[in-house]
């Protein structure tokens, strides 16, 4: 796979942000629920630069068999599962993360699948 681009990642980005702001943000204030007292601008901005920092590829991939999930057999989402994680494993995603555990450093994902 090409690189997603960085024009494609603050697309994804402001997806990601929109989605923390409408969706995780109200769940975390929830009158209901023990709250984390973080400021909702506070909990966007974090939540959105961690998954726009993180392996956007993997993510994406992870986003898409969720939304398929739904209206799939059990089989058929295993089988596309199988097909996303070897995908995954060739990825240049997939090397960064794995050398970055064995040298004991933080990834540094550059937004290529």
């Not at 980005?13 to 923390?20: C, D, G, I, M, S």
């Not at 898409?64 to 994680?85: Q, W």
């Not at 450093?105 to 699948?113: I, L, N, T, Y």
Request: glycine share 10%.
């Amino acid at each position: 796979m090409s690189g997603v681009g960085a024009e494609r990642t603050r697309a994804i980005a402001a997806k990601v942000e929109a989605f923390v702001r409408n969706v995780v943000v109200p769940y975390e204030h929830d009158p209901r629920r023990d709250h984390h007292d973080c400021p909702s601008e506070e909990l966007v901005a974090k939540t959105a630069r961690m998954l726009a920092d993180g392996p956007t590829g993997a993510i994406a991939g992870a986003r898409a068999l969720l939304l398929e999930s739904s209206h799939s057999s059990l089989e058929g989402h295993l089988e596309r599962e199988t097909r996303s994680i070897a995908m995954a494993g060739g990825s240049a995603e997939c090397r960064e993360g794995v050398a970055a555990f064995l040298g004991r450093r933080k990834p540094d994902f550059s937004g290529e699948a």
